[in-house]
């Protein structure tokens, strides 16, 4: 028996501005969404041009309060081929919530406060 990862879920509060951030960001396209017929939720799809894995972003039309994210002690994590283009787009965009040179990576926070970590491919 053999599992693959299909996709990863963030609640977010505005839905348009998640879109246009992942968009930016990372270039994540929308690639499906689904939309309750009463309204209370919208479920959109992102992913890399490449496709495989997706990130989901769920919209509750009764949760306008922001989510509450703990500690922050999760995170995905984005491999660039670009690191230093990433780091100055994402330093124009100020999005950099935390770095650590020694490591040679380095964190973005979306518009939800969701980290994200972006390194280097291998």
């Not at 922001?66 to 990433?86: I, K, Q, S, V």
Request: proline share 5%; with cysteine; glycine share 8%.
């Amino acid at each position: 028996m053999t599992f693959s990862m299909i996709h990863e879920n963030y609640n977010v509060t505005n839905l348009d501005a998640s879109i246009a951030f992942y968009d930016k960001a990372l270039g994540l396209k929308e690639v499906r969404r689904k939309t309750a017929s009463d309204g209370s939720f919208i479920l959109v799809y992102l992913a890399a041009p490449e496709g495989g894995f997706e990130l989901e972003l769920t919209w509750l039309r009764d949760h306008p309060q922001p989510y509450n994210l703990g500690e922050c002690e999760f995170h995905l994590a984005f491999g660039t081929d670009d690191y230093e283009a990433a780091h100055r787009l994402h330093e124009e965009m100020g999005c950099i919530c935390f770095e650590n040179p020694a490591m040679g990576i380095y964190f973005i926070a979306d518009p939800d406060g969701y980290w994200l970590e972006i390194l280097p491919n291998k």
